[in-house]
């Protein structure tokens, strides 16, 4: 039992890390911080770069009680994936922290891992950021207008690394043709999915041996009247990207 917070109103896990966010806007982190993705300054600095320097862990090692994330404000959501952190701040800003090899951090700073939270790059985008969909080495953002953007590697259409985060005009130029508006996004390791008005649905990224691009699918009526649905199916492929990866890859060529 965790006893040293104060009420919560949101719980989001990475693959060893666990984001706390109390119901007054303040983010608490516990767990491995190899990449600095708990978000704490270390009380060791000498030792902890040294050795992470050595090891190739990072900054940190175990954060065994919850404790406050540095250099944030007041927060409003968290969201994490694999080995990297983000917080959308009451301002509307995005701060990023955690492991950045594939620059998706989206931040200013090129270095491998960030243990601080960093503000991302967010003058390209167009309206302001709604929500963010990390995955292992991309990230995703959803503007209030609709728009998806990434910056990593391995879900833009060249394959190559961003870092600043880039229009997926695709999906833009998708929607468009079917009259929808990008409401929802959610992401994992190699992939991510995205709801166009509760009625179509899209899957793109990259599989073991296969790259999947972005294609619209619908709901059928009975489908539609439940967003559980939706859930419950991308949390099955987040389980199979895990465990099956050449299962996800021979469902994500059916679909």
């Given at each position: 039992?965790?006893?040293?917070?104060?009420?919560?109103?949101?719980?989001?896990?990475?693959?060893?890390?666990?984001?706390?966010?109390s119901?007054?806007?303040?983010?608490?982190?516990?767990?491995?911080?190899?990449?600095g993705?708990?978000?704490?300054?270390?009380?060791?600095?000498?030792?902890?770069?040294?050795?992470?320097?050595?090891?190739?862990?990072?900054?940190?090692?175990?954060?065994?009680?919850?404790?406050?994330?540095?250099?944030?404000?007041?927060?409003?959501?968290?969201?994490?994936?694999?080995?990297?952190?983000?917080?959308?701040?009451?301002?509307?800003?995005?701060?990023?922290?955690?492991?950045?090899?594939?620059?998706?951090?989206?931040?200013?700073?090129?270095?491998?891992?960030?243990?601080?939270?960093?503000?991302?790059?967010?003058?390209?985008?167009?309206?302001?950021?709604?929500?963010?969909?990390?995955?292992?080495?991309?990230?995703?953002?959803?503007?209030?207008?609709?728009?998806?953007?990434?910056?990593?590697?391995?879900?833009?259409?060249?394959?190559?690394?961003?870092?600043?985060?880039?229009?997926?005009?695709?999906?833009?130029?998708?929607?468009?043709?079917?009259?929808?508006?990008?409401?929802?996004l959610?992401?994992?390791?190699?992939?991510?999915?995205?709801t166009?008005?509760?009625?179509?649905?899209?899957?793109?990224?990259?599989?073991?041996?296969?790259?999947?691009?972005?294609?619209?699918?619908?709901?059928?009526?009975?489908?539609?009247?439940?967003?559980q649905?939706?859930?419950?199916?991308?949390?099955?492929?987040f389980?199979?990207?895990?465990?099956?990866?050449?299962?996800?890859?021979?469902?994500?060529?059916?679909?």
């Amino acid at each position: 039992m965790v006893d040293n917070l104060p009420p919560l109103k949101q719980i989001t896990a990475g693959f060893d890390h666990t984001l706390f966010l109390s119901a007054d806007g303040r983010a608490f982190a516990c767990g491995w911080s190899g990449d600095g993705q708990t978000g704490q300054v270390s009380s060791n600095v000498v030792f902890s770069h040294f050795f992470g320097c050595i090891l190739g862990v990072g900054h940190y090692g175990n954060v065994h009680c919850p404790k406050p994330v540095a250099n944030l404000g007041e927060v409003q959501s968290l969201y994490t994936c694999a080995d990297n952190s983000f917080a959308l701040a009451a301002s509307g800003e995005i701060y990023a922290w955690g492991n950045n090899e594939y620059g998706q951090l989206g931040v200013a700073s090129t270095s491998p891992q960030l243990h601080t939270a960093a503000r991302v790059n967010l003058s390209a985008l167009d309206g302001c950021v709604v929500s963010v969909a990390p995955g292992g080495a991309f990230t995703t953002f959803l503007t209030d207008v609709g728009s998806v953007y990434y910056c990593g590697y391995g879900l833009g259409p060249e394959m190559s690394h961003v870092v600043k985060p880039a229009s997926l005009s695709i999906l833009r130029r998708l929607w468009n043709s079917s009259d929808g508006k990008i409401r929802a996004l959610v992401a994992s390791l190699h992939y991510a999915v995205a709801t166009v008005d509760g009625t179509n649905w899209m899957l793109w990224g990259r599989f073991p041996g296969k790259r999947l691009v972005p294609s619209i699918h619908s709901y059928s009526s009975q489908h539609k009247a439940s967003e559980q649905a939706f859930c419950v199916f991308t949390q099955v492929l987040f389980l199979c990207s895990f465990l099956y990866p050449e299962v996800l890859k021979w469902h994500a060529v059916r679909l």
